[in-house]
């Protein structure tokens, strides 16, 4: 008899849809696919026995750096089929991932291209032009004060491209003192659009008139009048907008650049010689979907780069003005696939249903002890029958709870009962998948407990309800079976990521007591580390980078253990000397502690305080 096919598992967590050939699944495990294709399992059983626990995160550098180039070499290829004779350039906005893990092998990665850093804060700005290489562009948008601008005037001097863009005209008087204080060379000057279009999704609000930043028509032409006044027309040498993160449809980009572009156009013709680049900002959407027929976009990187193209070419062939240099600011597209989060399972809470617990008595209510013959007779013939009735019983022993006619060791046996005899029928009908099966599944999930913090490394699904793709790292070349739910380790009920039906997640039926069961959580390397709260104290995992050598082979590398107890506390301003001081008394003057033991205790405790916060291990049998 022919052997049942398993079900494909880039199919069941979409890694044809999300995964962009940047990982593979081989021989059961998730493999990274570049070089000699290491297994995710095989680096994090690496790194767990040298001592580092809890959850981990891995930065993968050639992943940026592919999307960097995979978005120049689009553009140059849409300028090529288009004839379009302006340049292409783009920056990083640093607000998305600061850490120096992502920075510094980005600029040394991509130094070959036009490629630089955006900044939106006084730090950006340091860490900007510390980190460009220079020539390279530098861009700074957000509110500025003198001080901030001053700075920007300091990286002109320095030898930097750099760009002021004025979100307001007060930064333009400010812009127009410090020449005059400061002198040449005065930085290019660069000013944000206020634009009618508006953006869709959660990000829309960065788009249209009520938008946080930009000028109105009024102001841009207020604008004019100053530069023209103070001799400073030559400086503007950029428009932008930007009209929202994670932009999922292709249509409100479109509007947008055409009305830039025509602004574009006037402006020229107001005299804004040196005005040659439209900067359309951020906003090239991620795919973190793993389901047919729910992408996070409408629209590929293609297409995107060639109605940018074709639309400015359009508009400026018909105004009559130069072809603009095209600037990017995209963020989330860069730097998402770089980051993967690795947590191991710590328990899988069906694993407390075991015959063991049962506390049958010599005479038990009828339906419970139906249940218990169920059970015991269940079979690959009965199973689909046996479930049903299973689920019916538990629904009426409940009631009878309720309402005081069972008591409660009738209820304890009933819900071990059940929850054995759905393990029990999940495994004879592992092989006969059907819709009804996976139906009641889906109603009875697998709650596994995760040891992540979930608003430390996936706020923006707390806060936005934002998914990112998960999947096991190994066997998967076995069958899932359990509908699961995800709870993270923090003390709040909102650290779930529950059972979605429209976006369900598979996993295995492991005990994890006997071996060790490892979740990725893949495209979180975008705003999710720089967002990251230290909710119950938990900090940020430990990080490794994995880079490949010219031969291919891996090497672990820039290991950042997670911080300790003490460390994250003195983050917090306090006192670790007295948080110690106070404990250490609190030991020595306790009554329930013999002097012998004091000395054992505190340096149990020191050992604890010189950990993470991360849990090690579970064991409720120990």
């Keep these: 008899m022919a052997s049942k096919r398993l079900p494909d598992p880039a199919r069941i967590y979409g890694t044809h849809i999300w995964g962009e050939e940047n990982f593979v699944i081989d021989e059961g495990v998730v493999k990274i696919n570049h070089g000699c294709r290491p297994a995710l399992v095989e680096i994090t059983k690496r790194l767990r026995e040298e001592g580092y626990k809890g959850p981990l995160f891995f930065r993968l550098p050639h992943l940026a750096e592919k999307n960097v180039r995979t978005l120049f070499a689009h553009f140059e290829r849409a300028k090529k089929e288009f004839g379009y004779t302006g340049k292409f350039k783009a920056v990083f906005p640093l607000k998305v991932n600061q850490f120096p893990g992502f920075i510094i092998p980005l600029m040394e990665a991509t130094e070959d291209l036009d490629y630089g850093l955006e900044a939106g804060s006084k730090g950006e700005l340091i860490l900007a032009m510390a980190y460009t290489n220079l020539g390279r562009p530098i861009t700074v948008n957000g509110f500025k004060d003198r001080e901030m601008i001053s700075i920007g005037f300091l990286a002109a001097k320095m030898g930097h491209n750099i760009t002021l863009t004025i979100e307001g005209i007060n930064e333009l008087e400010l812009i127009i003192k410090e020449a005059r204080r400061l002198g040449t060379p005065v930085p290019k000057i660069g000013l944000r659009i206020r634009l009618h279009t508006g953006g869709i999704g959660i990000w829309a609000k960065s788009g249209g008139f009520s938008a946080k930043f930009g000028l109105t028509s009024t102001e841009l032409l207020e604008a004019m009048d100053l530069l023209k006044t103070h001799g400073l027309t030559d400086r503007l040498s950029m428009i932008h907008f930007h009209i929202g993160s994670q932009m999922n449809h292709i249509s409100p980009l479109k509007k947008a650049i055409r009305e830039a572009g025509n602004i574009y156009a006037e402006l020229r013709k107001l005299g804004a010689d040196n005005l040659r680049a439209i900067n359309i900002g951020g906003g090239l959407a991620v795919e973190y979907s793993q389901q047919e027929g729910r992408s996070s976009r409408n629209y590929t990187l293609e297409e995107f780069s060639n109605d940018v193209v074709f639309l400015l070419k359009e508009i400026a062939d018909a105004k009559g003005v130069r072809e603009p240099t095209i600037f990017t600011e995209s963020g989330r597209f860069v730097a998402a696939s770089h980051g993967v989060l690795v947590a191991p399972v710590l328990e899988l809470f069906s694993q407390e249903y075991n015959e063991e617990i049962l506390r049958l008595k010599e005479v038990n209510p009828p339906l419970v002890q139906e249940l218990y013959d169920l059970y015991r007779s269940i079979s690959t013939k009965n199973a689909r029958e046996y479930l049903h009735d299973a689920l019916d019983h538990m629904e009426s022993l409940l009631t009878l709870f309720d309402l005081g006619y069972i008591d409660l060791t009738d209820r304890a046996n009933t819900e071990t009962l059940v ?121 940020h995992p430990t990080e490794a980078t994995i880079r490949f050598d010219e031969e291919g082979n891996y090497h672990i590398e820039n290991i950042v253990e997670a911080q300790n107890i003490l460390d994250v506390l003195d983050d917090f301003d306090y006192d670790t000397k007295e948080i110690e001081r106070r404990i250490r008394q609190q030991i020595e003057e306790s009554d329930t502690i013999e002097e012998s033991q004091r000395k054992e205790i505190l340096g149990e405790l020191y050992l604890y305080l010189s950990e993470n916060g991360y849990l090690r291990t579970i064991n409720f049998n120990e």
């Design 419 to 539: 929850h054995l005899i759905i393990k029990k029928a999940i495994s004879l009908l592992r092989h006969k998948p059907s819709q009804e099966i996976r139906d009641i599944l889906d109603r009875v999930q697998e709650r596994y407990l995760v040891n992540f913090s979930l608003f430390q490394s996936l706020p923006d699904y707390w806060g936005l309800g934002q998914t990112f793709p998960v999947m096991p790292l190994d066997r998967l070349d076995r069958q899932p079976t359990r509908s699961a739910s995800l709870w993270d380790i923090t003390c709040d009920s909102d650290g779930e990521i529950a059972f979605n039906i429209e976006n369900p997640l598979y996993l295995h039926d492991v005990d994890v007591e006997k071996e060790e069961y490892f979740l990725g959580f893949f495209k979180v390397g975008a705003y999710q580390e720089v967002l990251g709260m230290r909710h119950n104290l938990f900090t």
